[in-house]
């Protein structure tokens, strides 16, 4: 299971200070489309790596930045431990072992620090931005989640009385995500094998938590699709080939209706979920299969799986793929390896297929990926 993953790499990484030799920051005749963003986690100083998405998809690396703050050391097993808002404008990153939330100013070229901010627990490990609403997620004990303002100028304001408590004070959380419209925010609770849905008032504070038993074990990465679709990978302890993926469709209420029951992927620890702007392709990655699972999505919610055996691409033997991120248009899909730490790039075919562009090197110990 991710806990007990041994993050190995090939990079020399001394003091915060990554060696660029290793990557080679030749000039480009390709024009730059976006950029992709993983952090170190280091527990001594955390950095952001930046690397320029090329118009053919491929990555080229641009530089690190420092948040200010310090990493756990290790992996998180959660997701969205970095995010970009709407408009790309702001890319928020946790700290897990300072407690604190840096925000970036994304300019066309570099990324600027706007200044960081107590998470309002302990260990934050998730967050997600609808408009200027923001929630972060708190591994620590006791678990919870704790609201905040994003200004014009990247400054997070706490809301007061914000701060909700999860199930329980240790639950093994993995992500927290508002639903399209922002009206709903959800949790997943590994250890409990629940799924939490908070409704979001006028006010930015949450209603009473609506508590769902998961219909498979160990619910762990999710992502929405249209019609408040949402789509929860299902690690099952980690058990060899009986990972799934469950569908439901979320009330307003916050309960939670059961679409497709477990549909299995055949292979090891699916932990991450992705869904394509379309609403009709999702995505896991599968850390113990070094694979990429796809699923095509009903109009109900319905999953059909896309290749019989679950591989519908592959990341390097070995490489344990973590976090996965769409670039803004769709086009490519990319997916963090924990093992073998790189960055593994695939252009998305018809029907959904996946066709490798490459790979390239992330820090020992990298968690998180956002794109634009």
Known sequence: MLQRTTFVGGLCLLAATWCMPAFGFDKDDRDVAGAVYTMTNAAGANSVMVYDRLDDGTLKPSGMVSTGGSGSGSGLGTQGAMVLNNSNRWLLVVNAGS????????????????????????????ITVKGRLVYVLNAGTPNNVTGFVLNNHGQLTPIPASTRALSAPATGPAEVEFSPDGDLLVVTEK????????????????????????HGLTPFGFAFGKRNQLFVSEAFGGATNASALSSYVVHEDGSLMLVTGSAPTHQTAACWSVVDKGGRLTYTTNTGSSSISGFHIGAGGELTILNANGVTGATPAGSAPIDEAFSNDGRFLYALTASVTGISGFRVGPGGSLHSIGDVVAPAGAVGLAVR
């Open 99 to 126: 407690g604190d939330i840096t925000v970036f100013d994304v300019k066309h070229d570099r990324l600027e620090s706007a200044g960081r901010f107590p998470s309002g627990g302990v260990m934050p490990v998730s």
């Open 191 to 214: 250890g409990t094998n629940l799924i939490d849905v908070f409704p979001v008032e006028r006010s930015g504070l949450l209603g009473p938590r609506v508590s769902t038993v998961s």
